[in-house]
């Protein structure tokens, strides 16, 4: 039998991110599970080239803002959408978006994964996607879980 304790939920804090949620909802009340979710935060700071001159002050202060942003967030949706899961946990950290989901699957002992295919990085040109069905990141994940994932696909809304 099969056992759903803990959900996690990556997001981007994008739009397609946020059309995982209903299943983590229904999933989460059906099973009685907790809901993790996480938002990773890129280094600022392996692209301080692209920031020209920028001061690590600076860097720091931005990335902390991202932080931030991304903390204020998360607790919204906690608020708003998530108040009929027994549990919910948050959690922003700073690294590789795929890496970093992985590790929290590793460690956390997550027993399912639900996620957008795609959230930021989906390219697309006429509304048509121009490379592949899933973004970087989530095939990433997809490839890599110990846990099992759950992927939702944005463009087709239920």
């Known amino acids: ?3 759903i304790k803990k959900i996690l939920w990556p997001t981007d804090l994008s ?3 946020a059309y995982a949620l209903p299943y983590v909802t229904s999933l989460s009340e059906k099973y009685q599970a907790e809901v993790h979710l996480i938002f990773v935060v890129e280094d600022v700071h392996q692209f301080d080239h692209f920031y020209g001159d920028a001061s690590l002050s600076f ?4 990335q902390q803002r991202i ?3 991304g903390e204020e967030y998360l607790d919204r949706i906690c608020a708003r959408t998530l108040s009929g ?3 919910y946990k948050k959690h922003v950290v700073v690294g590789d978006p795929a890496h970093e989901i992985l590790e929290y699957i590793y460690e ?4 399912l994964v639900v996620m957008a295919t795609h959230g930021h ?7 048509e996607m121009r490379h592949f069905p899933f ?5 990433k994940v997809i490839r890599n879980s110990p846990a099992p994932v759950l992927a939702v696909n944005p463009d087709r809304k239920a």
């Not at 860097?59 to 931005?62: D, P, T, Y």
């Not at 990085?121 to 509304?127: F, L, Q």
């Not at 973004?135 to 095939?139: A, F, H, I, M, P």
């Open 1 to 3: 039998m099969m056992q």
């Open 135 to 139: 973004g970087s990141v989530s095939e």
């Open 67 to 69: 932080i931030r942003k």
């Open 15 to 17: 739009e397609n991110a």
């Open 85 to 87: 899961c027994p549990l």
């Open 59 to 62: 860097l720091k202060e931005f």
């Open 108 to 111: 956390g002992k997550m027993d």
């Open 121 to 127: 990085g989906k390219e697309t040109h006429g509304g």
